[in-house]
């Protein structure tokens, strides 16, 4: 049974820093690209960043290009997601999910807000 499992958010402020991770389980994490997205209220699901199977390559949305580094431990089956200087604009629920399957996490809130 696929697992992703997101923890990490929070209610931060303006300028601070947050790192969410994304547990994986029942497949073999290592062989997938995995993507976080994000999705604030009223507003449409945006892809935030993309890793490769082995992490050698990354993308990133220019919302969050130079803010944002995602990454991931193979041997941990855990993909992160680093976010610093964030914005109220970066308040959303955040999502990992696995690149060209329908396998989605429950989602982390993050809430950034003087």
């Known amino acids: 049974q696929v697992q992703l499992v997101e923890s990490g958010g929070g209610l931060v402020q303006p300028g601070e820093s947050l790192r969410l991770s994304c547990a994986a389980s029942?497949?073999?994490?290592?062989?997938?690209?995995m993507r976080w997205y994000r999705q604030a209220p009223g507003k449409e699901r945006e892809l935030v960043a993309t890793?490769?199977?082995?992490?050698?390559?990354?993308n990133y949305a220019d919302s969050v290009k130079g803010r944002f580094t995602i990454s991931r431990d193979n041997a941990k089956n855990t993909m992160y997601l680093q976010m610093n200087s964030l914005t109220p604009e970066d308040t959303a629920v955040y999502y990992c999910?696995?690149?060209?399957?329908?396998?989605w996490g429950q989602g982390t809130q993050v809430t950034v807000s003087s």
């Open positions: 999910k696995v690149f060209a399957k329908d396998w």
């Open positions: 029942g497949f073999t994490f290592s062989a997938y690209v």
């Open positions: 890793i490769t199977s082995a992490g050698g390559s990354t």
